[in-house]
């Protein structure tokens, strides 16, 4: 309670919270290439010009970000830190009131069931790994005419088309980086675009990193802040 150096860091979090929301405000207000330019910004270089102290780094914003994102502190360093900012600030986490976050009942289980019974029948289909995308061509000369040319179909690890064989618009990719790298580079994926989309598509994606963490999952209450306030986890 009377030690400065711990006054002094909450003093720094008030303000990096106020500053931090203003700097959002003007960057959604600002032109198209300033945005750019304030999306190249990063991590390090927005606190270096700002002043923020070793202490406020190592005590309170690091350890959070690096939780957040499970990397380590160099490479949130390089972090943009627009984005980041983003993240916090939609998660109340640049403010002092902050909503009751609650955890659904059966966990992310609940998500998937509930999505279903949102959906109409047949519009969802499980357990269907997907190994590549596949553009739909054109009919050949004297066939009849295709319906679905230039639509995209979802092709197994045999060619096989799954969802019944179902012509679509788009297809969005909800997974991770590598998962959706190992789709895009498969031999038999083509997109819209031919192969210059593939090879930009691949060449985003293989730009990701991704680093591994070990994870400790116990019951112990005995590990635990006796306070149940002081209890917290991402």
Same mark, same amino acid.
């Given at each position: 309670l009377f030690d400065p150096s711990r006054w002094r860091l909450f003093a720094a979090i008030l303000w990096f919270e106020a500053e931090s929301r203003a700097y959002l405000e003007r960057a959604r207000a600002a032109a198209v290439d300033e945005q750019n330019a304030a999306a190249r910004e990063t991590v390090r270089a927005y606190?270096?010009?700002?002043?923020?102290?070793?202490?406020?780094r190592s005590r309170y914003f690091y350890p959070m970000v690096a939780s957040i994102w499970s990397a380590p502190k160099e490479g949130v360093d390089g972090f943009s830190m627009l984005a980041v900012l983003a993240f916090l600030n939609n998660h109340y986490m640049l403010q002092r009131t902050r909503p009751r976050w609650r955890t659904p009942k059966h966990r992310s289980a609940d998500y998937v $069931? %509930?999505? %279903?019974? $949102?959906?109409?029948?047949? !519009?969802?289909?499980?357990? $269907?790994?997907?190994?590549?995308?596949?553009?739909?061509?054109?009919?050949? =000369?004297?066939a009849d005419a295709e319906? =679905?040319?230039?639509?995209?179909?979802?092709?197994? !690890?045999?060619? !096989?088309?799954?969802?019944?064989?179902r012509a679509f618009d788009a297809v969005v990719l909800a997974c991770h980086a590598a998962q959706s790298l190992e789709i895009v580079a498969h031999p038999r994926t083509s997109l819209p675009g031919g192969t210059q989309a593939v090879g930009a598509l691949a060449g985003a994606l293989a730009r990701f990193d991704s680093t591994s963490n070990e994870v400790v999952v116990h019951t112990d209450v005995a590990a635990m802040p006796l306070d149940r306030r002081c209890w917290a986890a991402w």
């Open positions: 606190l270096d010009a700002r002043g923020y102290s070793a202490a406020f $069931e %509930r999505l %279903r019974a $949102e959906l109409p029948p047949g !519009a969802c289909f499980m357990g $269907e790994r997907v190994a590549a995308i596949a553009v739909v061509p054109p009919a050949a =000369d004297g319906p =679905d040319a230039g639509a995209m179909r979802l092709l197994g !690890a045999d060619g !096989a088309p799954l969802a019944d064989g």
